[in-house]
Each structure stands twice: as structure tokens, then as C-alpha cells.
């Protein structure tokens, strides 16, 4: 198992035509690089959870996510590195055919219990999971500590440079972390995932105490919801792909992308604006798609 490697982080700066017509900066902070499985966002969602664990000397991590959960891989690819047993409780019955994330999980140690889509939502738990060895994590690292770790993201840039940070958003929990970790004159911007996710800015909210000017959730680039997508998006990807070398995944980062893209066209951002774009990782949900779809 690769350690994590946190000095392969990198800022890339973005030089396209119509950043230099619009007369703004972006860099990009390169998460993705740290880990083949625990990378972007993921490591630093989960580190104080796993430091907690191990202070209160828990011997399995419970955590929670679909087939092709990029939090499932992380925490199956943390907990080896750890020297701590994991647990997934995995949303929907078992298919005959396991998504090759959930095989890779397996592989790397992690016990996988199936649940209902309706259990699941309503956070049912297997009985013989309730014991006093087992540390919960929320599913995509969503609470104060989540949070917390993902704030120490911002000690890799120089976030006084910036006007503006953009990222993804799932369960807001990196947003948060992001306006936890910011300096005042920082804004967030997070592109939100899901369709209809209306409830994420006060699940924001809940984590930072920060009031809604602090940052703004836009959700106008789900593509028809979580996971969902259509060839605009996929031929924005290769097309991004093919002009600045860097590999995105259709379920977070394509979309994030595709978004400060389509935001720069619209004058969003104003002649002088400097913006961090933080690629969160997750590309291991592209081999989902068939040979050929992407070209990375």
C-alpha cells in the first residue's frame, strides 16, 4: 500500500483563452495527487475521525456510501494504512457483479454489509454493528470533524492570494472546512452535485456558524443529479483534458470544472478576480464508464 504523499500537491495555473479575455487568474490545487485511493478531498475529511478512533482505542471504523463511493475507497485505503479494521455499510442489495470500488475495497481489507435504499436513508444500522469496539464516521466525512480536517486543505496555497475558492459539493462538508480555513476577504463558492440539494446550505451552516455571505451554494450544474451526466459534460472533460493536461470525474469534479467554465463566460467573475479551483480527487468513479468514453 502507497503512503500518502502530501509534498506531491501541486497549484497549476490555468492558461486558456478566455481567462485571458475575461482578465482573471485560476489556479488549480492538485489534491488529486497525494494517493491513488484516498485522494483529494478524502484525507483530509477523514484524518481527525481516524486520530479520534485511535485516541479512544477503536478497533473498526463503520462508515457509509454507495457502490461507487469515492468515501468508501478512502477509508477502506486509510484504515489498511492505519492498521484499523473497516466496516462499510453500502447503500442498495447486493448485486451479483460488485462495482470494481467496492471490489477494491474488499480487496484492501474492508467488510461490506448491504443495506436497502430505504434503510439506508433512514440510518439503520445491522444490530451485530453496535458495539462499543466500532467508531462511526458519517457518510462523506459530514460533521464538525470532517470539517475541521478539510480546512487544513487551505495550508497547501497561499489563500491570501485568492478572491475566490471553488470547489465541489456533496454534503458540504469541504465547503465548510474551506470557509473554516479562509481568511475574510476569501469567497466560497461550491458547486453543488445533487439536484435540489436545497438543505446543503444550512447543513453548511450547521458546521461553520458562518451566515450565508460568507459563501454562496449554486445548483445549476448537477447535469440531472448525483452521478448523472450527458455528452456536453463528457466532451467538456476531454476537451478540458486535452488543453491543460488534467483529468476530471464526472460525478464531482467534471461538473466543478464545467461550472467556473460556463461562470467565467457569464462575467461572474469580475476583470482583476483570482480563483482557486480545488480538484477534489474521486477519479476512480470514471471506471464506471466504457474504454474510450474519456481519453485519461
Not at 479494521?85 to 448485486?95: D, H, N, P, Q, V
Amino acid at each position: 500500500m502507497k503512503d500518502i504523499k502530501l509534498s506531491d500537491i501541486s497549484i497549476d495555473k490555468l492558461s486558456l483563452p478566455l481567462l485571458i479575455d475575461k482578465g482573471v487568474e485560476v489556479d488549480v490545487l492538485r489534491l488529486d495527487k497525494i494517493h491513488p485511493d484516498i485522494n483529494g478531498n478524502k484525507w483530509f475529511k477523514l484524518r481527525y475521525y481516524l486520530e479520534d478512533a485511535k485516541l479512544q482505542h477503536k478497533k473498526t471504523i463503520v462508515t457509509y456510501g454507495g457502490a461507487w463511493s469515492n468515501h468508501i475507497i478512502a477509508t477502506a485505503a486509510a484504515c489498511k494504512i492505519s492498521g484499523i479494521k473497516s466496516i462499510g455499510i453500502i447503500r442498495g442489495e447486493e448485486t451479483a457483479n460488485l462495482s470494481p470500488t467496492l471490489i477494491n475495497a474488499k480487496e484492501m481489507g474492508m467488510q461490506l454489509f448491504f443495506t436497502t435504499r430505504d434503510e439506508y436513508k433512514h440510518g439503520k444500522v445491522p444490530a451485530q454493528l453496535n458495539q462499543n469496539g466500532n467508531y462511526f464516521i458519517p457518510e462523506g466525512g459530514y460533521g464538525i470533524k470532517g470539517a475541521e480536517g478539510a480546512s487544513t486543505i487551505l495550508n497547501y496555497c497561499e489563500k491570501e492570494s485568492y478572491s475566490h475558492i471553488c470547489c465541489a459539493a456533496g454534503t458540504g462538508t469541504m465547503a465548510a472546512g474551506l470557509i473554516k480555513g479562509s481568511v475574510s476577504f476569501n469567497r466560497i463558492i461550491a458547486i453543488s452535485v445533487l439536484k435540489n440539494n436545497f438543505d446543503l446550505e444550512e447543513a453548511v451552516t450547521s458546521l461553520t456558524g458562518k451566515e450565508a455571505n460568507k459563501f454562496r451554494i449554486i445548483h445549476d450544474y448537477h447535469f440531472g443529479g448525483y452521478a448523472k451526466h450527458n455528452p456536453e459534460l463528457l466532451y467538456f472533460m476531454n476537451d478540458f483534458y486535452r488543453q491543460t493536461n488534467i483529468p476530471t470525474d464526472f460525478v464531482y469534479t467534471g461538473k466543478l470544472f464545467f461550472a467556473v467554465n460556463d461562470l467565467m463566460n457569464k462575467n461572474f467573475f469580475t476583470p482583476g478576480s483570482k480563483v482557486l479551483i480545488i480538484h477534489s480527487g474521486g477519479l476512480q468513479g470514471n471506471a464506471s464508464f466504457s474504454n474510450g468514453t474519456l481519453i485519461f
